[in-house]
């Protein structure tokens, strides 16, 4: 045990002693409570200095800074927990986005074949006639005053302008002529679809309006057969020609869709 | 009785002051109060002994901080500071320990 620091083993000067005596410590100690000296002082001032760092060490201690009084290997231990922890939490958002991404391109393709179909349903729907359509095309009334045209006539008329490429007829505003249509004499003029229509026709055609044009007026064509038998044709191009008439689409009896096609 | 006044001021000090202790001073102020504290047991041991030197306890309180600070630098340097601080904890607290035990002899004789 090396001895107590402060002890010298030679004391000269002891100014708190009687030289002659040996008194205990405690009568030392009491002697000193009464009379002051230098060598007090300088105790009070280190003892003060010593209280003043305890206190601020406590205080510190108590503080709340978890990471502050660390040393380098217990940072890096907490630095390395800190990082798994961050690298499991990056591993976590990489799969969630995974799983948004993939969710998102589905609804993706949801939505594009939703956009397709409703696309081919109004394409289908003016060529099966069960919407109705507006575009440009032509508007030819044909007049029958001495009644000597024919249902042959018309058959004519309408089978130019599919040949025409013709994407949508209705004649007199009231009959949708699509490919099922069907055409029967009468002694007043002629039934289409069941409808008896009476001359004068007006038949409203949509498709490129000089194709349809051309397709009526030509050399021996729909026009002069009816002028041969005494009617008239007067085409007009209007900038909006309007099909209004729908029809219910009829379910096929015998005909089926071949499926994946 | 002016050392018992000093400590009380001391107390007083530093919970009023609150004082902010530098970033690189925190790992050894722990340190400091301890080898301060040994000294200053030391230094009451060696007063009961009548033995006492008002001198040599300003060095031996110095000296025995500096070193302590010293030794804990040291050791953080060679990257075993937190084992060497706690090696001089452990042999301050001995110190202090038996320092406190012949002081209680002389107070109490037992």
């Known amino acids: 045990m090396s001895p107590p620091p402060g002890a010298t083993p030679a004391e000269e000067d002891r100014p708190d002693d009687v030289p002659g005596e040996n ?9 000193s409570f009464l009379a002051p000296s230098r060598g007090q002082a300088v105790v009070a001032l280190l003892v003060g200095v010593l209280a003043f760092a305890a206190v601020t060490q406590v205080r510190l201690n108590g503080a709340d800074d978890t990471y502050a009084g660390l040393r380098e290997a217990e940072l890096v231990q907490a630095l390395n ?14 799969d969630l986005e995974t799983t948004r991404d993939q969710l998102r391109s589905s609804t993706q393709r949801r939505t594009t074949a939703l956009d397709q179909a409703r696309q081919e349903v109004a394409t289908l729907g003016v060529l099966a006639g069960t919407v109705p359509a507006t575009g440009p095309g032509i508007r030819a009334t044909v ?13 004519d008329g309408v089978e130019e302008l599919r040949n025409a490429g013709v994407e ?5 505003d009231r009959v949708r002529v699509i490919a099922q249509t069907s055409f029967e004499d009468d002694p007043e003029g002629v039934r289409v679809d069941g409808v008896l229509l009476k001359p004068p026709y007006v038949i409203d055609a949509i498709g490129d309006p000089g194709t349809l044009a051309g397709a009526l ?3 021996g064509g729909f026009i002069d057969d009816v002028k041969m038998d005494s009617g008239t044709v007067v085409v007009k191009k209007p900038d909006l020609v309007r099909v ?15 499926p994946g096609q | 009785m002016i ?49 006492f030197d008002d001198k040599v306890f300003v ?36 110190r202090i320990f038996s320092n406190v035990a012949a002081i209680r002899r002389h107070l109490f004789h037992a």
């Open chain 1, 23 to 31: 008194p205990t410590g405690l009568a030392r100690l009491r002697r």
């Open chain 2, 59 to 94: 060095i031996s309180f110095v000296s025995n901080v500096l070193i302590a600070g010293m030794i804990v630098f040291l050791g953080d340097k060679l990257g075993v500071g937190a084992q060497l601080s706690t090696g001089v904890v452990v042999v301050l607290g001995i």
């Open chain 1, 81 to 94: 927990g800190l990082q798994a922890a961050s690298r499991k939490a990056e591993r976590d958002i990489t």
């Open chain 1, 168 to 172: 949508a007829i209705e004649i007199n």
């Open chain 2, 3 to 51: 050392a018992i006044i000093g400590l009380v001021v001391g107390v007083v000090l530093g919970l009023v002051l609150t004082p902010d202790v530098p970033l690189a001073l925190q790992p050894y102020l722990p340190i400091a109060v301890v080898a301060a504290l040994d000294a200053v047991f030391g230094a009451f041991r060696a007063f009961l002994d009548g033995i």
């Open chain 1, 244 to 258: 209004s008439t729908t029809r219910k689409p009829v379910k096929p009896r015998y005909a089926e869709a071949v």
């Open chain 1, 143 to 155: 007049t029958d005053p001495k009644g000597d045209l024919t249902l042959n006539h018309l058959l």
């Open chain 1, 217 to 219: 007026d030509f050399q």
